[in-house]
């Protein structure tokens, strides 16, 4: 059956060319009026079904009959509402539940979580199995409303309005209806938002598990502020990865030790100052000028010493390491005029005992003693 088209001069009043002067008897659900009131264009469509509460211009009833148009279009100042008439059996709803559409029906939504506040609109009329859902625009026939106050979709009961914003995290902060009296309003579906953490905010966390916190790439919702994260500033940086400032790799003045036989942990370099008289295994004569380096990777110390002068005899010991050895290792003594090796060297705890005699009190000749030894 095809559907009647109208028209009209005014809104209300009853008299000829007025909208609700025509009967509701021979209207039926999908007939369009259209129509120039106050200098306003409307165009209408009449839902049998609906007796939702007359506020024009959005609902205008029939002076006579059952049904009501609703307001598709106008120009008026007033604003529009958009109305769709549902029938669902035994749906359970009342006028001002907010509902959401999931799994092929309508149910009330709630702002528990982000699927559960899908909203689609608001009940604005029920005739038994057949209800009226407000998408957006003016709705009546509320109660308990304080004209001025913004209402958010309520986090603890389903389908209601709630007066306060959601700040639970993991709860839906979602404005949906601005009151201008007790019983009316303006609704509008605004986009709502998750409440979270001030971690989740800023975190790596925040942006998803996969993150291995070394990459440059990163899961997220917004890569600009990835972009912002990956180089901002903290206060206690964690890396994972190498630690380079303009080609240099900085380790902690004190040793923060590793188990792992991977792990570099780490890098001193420095001078030390040899001691030639050890208990009863000092030096006769003492060298007069001395050099004496380190460097220390993980736990290998690489150590060398240059002197002139002095004497000594087997046994006679070298003190001062830079750092306690682990045990005996071997290093070298070279007489630096003739280029021959004159002694030899072996680490003890804390001292380096020569184990060949020495003599270089003349003065005039140099020696290097060099090698390494590990750390205790």
């Not at 049904?67 to 001002?96: C, D, E, M, P, Y």
């Not at 029920?126 to 004209?147: M, P, R």
């Not at 009316?184 to 916190?213: H, I, K, P, Q």
């Not at 060297?345 to 090698?371: E, H, K, N, Q, R």
Request: negative net charge.
């Amino acid at each position: 059956m095809a559907n009647n088209v109208y028209a009209f001069t005014a809104l209300t009043g009853g008299e000829t060319g007025a909208l609700d002067a025509i009967p509701g008897a021979i209207l039926a659900t999908g007939d369009l009026a259209f129509g120039v009131s106050d200098g306003n264009l409307y165009a209408y469509k009449f839902n049998a079904a609906s007796s939702a509460t007359e506020a024009s211009p959005d609902v205008i009833a029939p002076d006579s009959g059952s049904g009501r148009w609703i307001l598709a279009l106008g120009s008026g100042a007033s604003g529009t509402s958009v109305v769709k008439a549902i029938t669902q059996n035994s749906h359970g709803f009342a006028v001002g539940d907010v509902l959401k559409f999931a799994g092929g029906v309508y149910a009330k939504a709630q702002a528990d979580s982000a699927a559960n506040a899908e909203v689609v609109g608001i009940v604005s009329a029920v005739t038994e199995n057949t209800f009226d859902l407000l998408n957006v625009g003016f709705i009546s026939g509320l109660s308990s409303l304080t004209a001025g106050t913004v209402y958010f979709l309520s986090p603890s009961s389903a389908g209601a309005l709630a007066d306060t914003e959601p700040t639970t995290v993991n709860q839906v902060s979602k404005p949906l209806l601005i009151a201008v009296s007790t019983t009316e309003g303006y609704f509008c579906n605004f986009r709502g938002s998750v409440v979270l953490t001030s971690a989740d905010a800023v975190s790596d966390a925040g942006y998803g598990s996969g993150w291995d916190d070394v990459t440059d790439v990163a899961p997220s919702k917004n890569a600009v502020y990835d972009e912002m994260e990956l180089r901002a500033p903290k206060a206690n940086p964690t890396f994972t990865g190498l630690i380079t400032t303009a080609g240099q790799i900085k380790f902690p003045a004190t040793q923060n030790a590793s188990s792992n036989a991977n792990t570099l942990d780490d890098y001193e370099e420095g001078t030390w100052t040899p001691s030639f008289a050890v208990k009863d295994l000092e030096w006769s004569t003492a060298p007069t000028s001395i050099t004496a380096k380190y460097t220390k990777i993980g736990r290998v110390v690489f150590i060398s010493l240059i002197g002139c002068g002095g004497t000594c005899q087997k046994y006679d010991a070298i003190g001062g390491l830079p750092f306690t050895a682990t045990g005996p290792e071997n290093m070298t003594v070279y007489n630096i005029s003739t280029a021959a090796i004159v002694g030899y060297g072996s680490t003890s705890s804390s001292t380096i005992a020569v184990l060949s005699a020495m003599d270089f009190s003349a003065g005039s000749y140099w020696f290097v003693l060099s090698g390494f030894y590990t750390a205790s």
